[in-house]
């Protein structure tokens, strides 16, 4: 399984244009200009601190408002769970479960998935390596469509129930909730997934995985 790496002959791909090109002795891209290194510098170090901040707004993002409805009749503060609830027991258990799956299930799992690669590479597994590279492409195409988990909190508004002249305004788990979305997107661009085959070559520094 394990195949001469770029690494071993002192080469690096770029990772905006893909070409392949050596950081030694000028670490830039000759197609693109683009920074060139064997390993993203203290990629281990801004993934955790990504996460970790993920992680902290995660159950904000989930407790704290996310709609406050104002009308005659008082002032009503919905999150996210309770959307779901009054979704499901209205009858619209199609709609509720999308909800759920997408605001959150899927932000969880991802986090989750990030934290078991993170651990992997530091402690530098060499079991199922294939398998957690496919985990990290599927984490990658999550990502493009992450932002569709905001969208779900906006047709959420729009689906909560509001009485005659009331007005519907986001609260504060809004920003919380687009913070995951955003923190977990930057975690996966800092990891570096090339480091799930280091541990295969026996003879790669120690270093570059710090």
């Not at 779900?152 to 129930?161: D, G, P, S």
Request: aromatic share 8%.
């Amino acid at each position: 399984m394990s195949g001469l790496q770029a690494i071993r002959t002192g080469t690096a791909t770029c990772l905006t244009c893909g070409m392949l090109g050596s950081p030694i002795p000028k670490p830039v891209c000759k197609r693109c200009g683009s920074s060139l290194h064997f390993r993203k510098p203290n990629n281990i170090q801004r993934t955790w601190a990504y996460l970790i901040a993920a992680y902290v707004l995660y159950l904000p993002a989930n407790l704290l408002p996310i709609t406050i409805t104002r009308s005659i009749f008082g002032t009503q503060h919905d999150t996210i769970m309770s959307g779901v609830v009054y979704l499901w027991h209205s009858g619209s258990w199609a709609i509720s479960l999308i909800v759920f799956i997408a605001s959150v299930v899927v932000p969880l799992l991802k986090l989750f998935s990030l934290t078991l690669l993170v651990i992997s590479v530091q402690r530098r597994w060499c079991g199922e390596v294939m398998r957690r590279a496919k985990l990290y492409r599927i984490l990658e195409a999550i990502g493009r469509w992450s932002m569709l988990d905001v969208y779900v909190v906006t047709i959420l508004v729009a689906l909560v129930r509001a009485e005659s002249l009331a007005t519907i305004s986001p609260g504060s788990g809004v920003l919380a909730f687009a913070a995951v979305v955003i923190l977990s997107m930057l975690a996966a661009m800092a990891f570096d997934p090339r480091l799930i085959w280091d541990p295969l070559d026996e003879t790669q520094p120690k270093e570059n995985v710090k």
